[in-house]
């Protein structure tokens, strides 16, 4: 199939343009590389330099090529940040999703495939979390994701377009072949700062509390490795060929890791000590986020491969250690 991948030069995104390549599609990458990198696209996938924001360049974009699928990766991600600037968050995130599945619609895109978060959830009011689980976002990051899912929906409806939502948990490791060599600029989450803080990129690491309600006290998540979202992304094209019918599933591994497990297995694998700090729970942070991926594996066949925690930190470990 022709795939437009929208943010393929990012992490997840490069990842997944990497797995679609390997299974036989043609692709081609739109970014407007704010968080992507060059380094980390392929010469196999054409590139056009263009921003999500530029309606025109995005139709020049997608007249040109003609993709029968999209897969939607261009996104604000910074929880934090979306609860104190949510304009940027309403302009790139809403106003640019409804530029590309307005542009997908007038270029006669099929097949959609959108990144969306396990932060539509909110707090967990039970665990596992299933795709039937309460919506209750409790930042606007998470909000913007589900609002996404909401106009996807009312364009399947009206326009026939069918998509998958991708409901991402803690997406975390690099490449395990390798050929991702370009590390995230500005990472936010607790992996690479672990490594940030093994090679002395940053002085310590900042353990946000001990005092949750899980067996170290430390918070506790579901990482899923990079390489098994990408394929996620494979799979649900296939998916929807075979059914045409839109559906919204979680990616996660129903595994549990806490942050005190993460820094151990570093040190285990880094041969090196994480320098920590115990400080205050994180505004917004909860004990443990668990999902259920029953549906991913009954409906797509999907079974994370990579995404044991030794796995994780190895792969991220490699990356870090080539950037030296
Ligand atoms: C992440 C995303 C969120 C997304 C969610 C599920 C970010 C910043 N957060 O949230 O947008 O919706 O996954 O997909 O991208 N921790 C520390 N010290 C640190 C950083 C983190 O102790 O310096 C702890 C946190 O308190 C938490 C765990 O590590 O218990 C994971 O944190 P993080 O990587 O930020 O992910 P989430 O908060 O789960």
Redesign the pocket.
Known sequence: MKIAVIGGAGYIGSHTVRELLDCGHEVAVFDNLSSGLTQNLFPEASFFKGDILNVASLHQFLSDFKPQGIVHLAAF????ESMIAPEKYSVNNITGSLNIINEAVACGVSYFVFSS???VYGTPEYMPIDENHPINPE?Y??YT?FAIEGFLSWYDKLKGMKFAAL??????GYDVQGRITGLEKNP????P?VMEAITGKRAE?????ND?NTPDG????DYVHVNDLAIGHSMAFDQLQKTNESFIVNLGVQQGT??LD?IKAAEKISGKKVPYRIVE??L??TDS?IADPTKASKSMGWKAKYSDLDTLIKTTWHAYEANK
């Not at 409901?167 to 975390?172: K, L, S, T």
């Not at 936010?188 to 992996?191: E, G, P, S, T």
């Not at 690491?205 to 509390?209: D, I, P, R």
């Not at 430390?218 to 998540?221: D, E, I, N, S, Y």
């Open positions: 991600k910074a929880a934090g978060s396990a932060a930042n990051y998470g994701k409901r991402y948990f803690n997406a975390a936010a989450n607790l992996i700062l690491l900042l353990v946000f509390g949750y430390t918070g506790v998540r806490s942050v993460v729970r994180r917004g942070d986020v």
